[in-house]
């Protein structure tokens, strides 16, 4: 994570977002955040609907079913990996980013229980 934020936005603030999971949430995490004054925020357990990063992921798991018989060695996976996260269309990220209020809705008129997204 932090070579992202030292090469992106170092001179501007940011808040980093997590799902929630174990390894993001364990005693030996969280005082890591907080020795390196890493802002955060809290989010619901298991929120897939909110978790815009689960939309380009599915891209990139499809995407990267095509790479199979490419893939021999960890290091090719991070590279096919790597290819296809940056090959996703800025536009495709934006809009993501512009859905995050209608998803805060949907999941608020839905109780917490699973929308469209």
């Not at 990267?64 to 296809?84: T, W």
């Not at 536009?91 to 512009?98: K, V």
């Not at 859905?99 to 999941?107: N, T, Y």
Request: positive net charge; glycine residues 2%.
């Amino acid at each position: 994570m932090w070579p992202v934020v030292a090469k992106h936005s170092a001179e501007q603030p940011f808040i980093f977002q997590d799902d929630n999971a174990p390894a993001h949430s364990s005693k030996f995490t969280r005082d890591w955040k907080t020795e390196n004054a890493i802002p955060g925020m809290t989010w619901p357990v298991q929120s897939p609907d909110l978790n815009i990063i689960e939309n380009a992921w599915c891209i990139i798991k499809l995407k990267l079913q095509s790479d199979v018989a490419m893939i021999k060695m960890h290091a090719d996976l991070i590279d096919s990996v790597c290819r296809l996260w940056i090959s996703l269309p800025v536009g495709y990220i934006r809009n993501l980013y512009a859905s995050i209020p209608c998803r805060l809705r949907s999941v608020i008129i839905a109780k917490g229980y699973p929308t469209k997204y």
